[in-house]
């Protein structure tokens, strides 16, 4: 709980850029609010399951491959349990066709990923130990690649060729307002929370814009939260654990407002008023009724 004192303003900040915009289906959405200059697609893609006898508590694991940038890049991940093991449905992961996992690039020191798998196509984020590099569906990103990109096709990203452009939804936060930047400035924003690891407990809600907009929100939910988990807990030594969704499916839902300082009291309330998160550290509110599309309480 008392990371979320230390740091409730930066951490939504961050949540408020990176959730919305980034590394989901819904990233076409966002086309006034993120630019991509270049991108190359993935050639060689392999995934393969690899059994480890000697170590059963980490599930299975997973080896990926690919080329991009005239180099490749191999994967060993094992399933992001610590991410989800405190949550309150586990069928909320069942009910979804989607596995999470973490990794490293094991020939590269201090690298670290986080990859989404569903129907084996891959979506997530890797850091090589210099630079941030997206993974994701060319028909995730309509309106950022030419309608001609065959849309099954996993393109990579580096964080230096996306930029974000930042409003102000809910008035200045550390900075990073009214800008255009590119996303691996962000990321050096978070790198500045480096601290002792923590642990903060993080709430998602769905409302029923959000929910009404995908075939499988609770997936979109757990792919952003997958990869924040990832920029939080490798670059700032904060462990999110994610211990509750709460989902509208449909209106009417609690929220009557589409003004975003007014949508955040609302969230606010709502956190207050229930037993299962009013404890947690942090709130989070992914809508469709916003800029943002996002706010944190």
């Known amino acids: 709980m008392a ?3 230390i740091t409730k303003a930066r951490c939504t900040s961050v949540f408020l850029l990176l959730l919305p915009t980034l590394f989901a289906p819904d990233v076409a959405g966002a086309s006034t609010a993120l630019s991509i200059a270049h991108y190359e697609p993935a050639r060689n893609v392999k995934i393969r399951h690899v059994s480890d006898p000697g170590r ?3 599930g299975q694991k997973l080896a990926v491959s690919l080329e991009a940038y005239g180099r490749t890049i191999e994967l060993e991940l094992i399933s992001n349990d610590r ?4 949550l309150r449905s586990r069928s909320a992961l069942e009910d979804s066709a989607i596995a999470i996992y973490r990794g490293t690039m094991p020939s590269v020191q201090g690298s670290w990923a986080r990859v989404a798998v569903q129907r084996g196509q891959l979506s997530g984020v890797v850091w090589d130990g210099h630079e941030l590099l997206v993974l994701e569906k ?3 990103l309509r309106g950022h690649v030419p309608p001609g990109q065959d849309p099954e096709s996993l393109l990579v990203i580096r964080a230096s060729d996306i930029h974000l452009t930042i409003d102000e939804p809910f008035g200045p936060l550390d900075g990073l307002t009214h800008a255009t930047k590119p996303l691996s400035s962000v990321l050096a924003e978070i790198g500045s929370l480096a601290a002792p690891t923590r642990a903060i407990s993080l709430g998602l809600v769905l409302d029923a814009r959000f929910s009404e907009s995908f075939s499988d929100p609770i997936q979109v939910a757990l792919i952003r939260t997958n990869v924040t988990d990832g920029i939080f807990s490798e670059q700032a030594n904060i462990h999110i654990h994610l211990e509750n969704i709460v989902r509208f499916p449909a209106e009417p839902d609690p929220f009557t407002t589409t003004n975003p300082p007014e949508l955040l009291d609302e969230l606010a309330e709502i956190k207050a008023s229930r037993a ?6 942090i709130v989070h509110l992914l809508t469709r009724s916003t800029s943002t599309g996002t706010c944190s309480a």
């Not at 991410?83 to 405190?86: E, M, S, T």
């Not at 299962?276 to 550290?281: A, Q, R």
């Open 3 to 5: 990371i979320a004192t």
């Open 56 to 58: 059963p508590e980490t």
């Open 83 to 86: 991410l989800v093991f405190r």
């Open 138 to 140: 060319a028909g995730n």
């Open 276 to 281: 299962d998160l009013s404890t947690l550290g």
